[in-house]
C-alpha cells in the first residue's frame, strides 16, 4: 500500500503562487494514477487534477490554465503547481493514488493533506 504525504501548503496572497508536493512510498503499484482534491469547510472534496500513469493531465475547469500538476519520478514526488491563486481556492489539499481519475472514490491511498489559505 502507498503512503503519501502532502507538504508546502502556506497562507499567499490573492494573485500569488503556491506549490505543494506529494511525496509517495511503501508499496506503490506500477501502474498508479496520481490526484489532488481539495476540501473547504462545509464543502465536499472536490477533484482538482490527477496526472495519469502515462502522463496524461486532467484538470478542474476552475484551476484550468493556472494549476499544473507534474511528476518526478525519481523522487517519487507529484507536484501541484498554483499560479493566480484566488480565495476560492482555500482548502485543505488532498492527494491520492490509485486508479482513479475525476472521482475520488478510485484511489485506495490518500495523504493527511495540507493547507493552502487565500488572503484577498
Known amino acids: 500500500q502507498a503512503q503519501l504525504e502532502e507538504s508546502g501548503g502556506g497562507l499567499v496572497q490573492a494573485g500569488g503562487s503556491l506549490r505543494i508536493s506529494c511525496a509517495v512510498s511503501g508499496r506503490t503499484p506500477i501502474s498508479v494514477n496520481i490526484g489532488w482534491f481539495r476540501q473547504a469547510p462545509g464543502k465536499e472534496r472536490e477533484f482538482v487534477a490527477c496526472m495519469y500513469n502515462g502522463g496524461t493531465t486532467s484538470y478542474a475547469d476552475s484551476v484550468k490554465g493556472r494549476f499544473t500538476i507534474s511528476r518526478d519520478n525519481a523522487r517519487k514526488t507529484v507536484y501541484l503547481q498554483m499560479n493566480s491563486l484566488e480565495p476560492e481556492d482555500t482548502a485543505v489539499y488532498y492527494c491520492?493514488?490509485?486508479?482513479?481519475?475525476?472521482?475520488?472514490?478510485?484511489?485506495?491511498?490518500w495523504g493527511q493533506g495540507t493547507q493552502v489559505t487565500v488572503s484577498s
Open positions: 491520492g493514488a490509485g486508479l482513479g481519475g475525476r472521482s475520488s472514490s478510485g484511489y485506495f491511498s
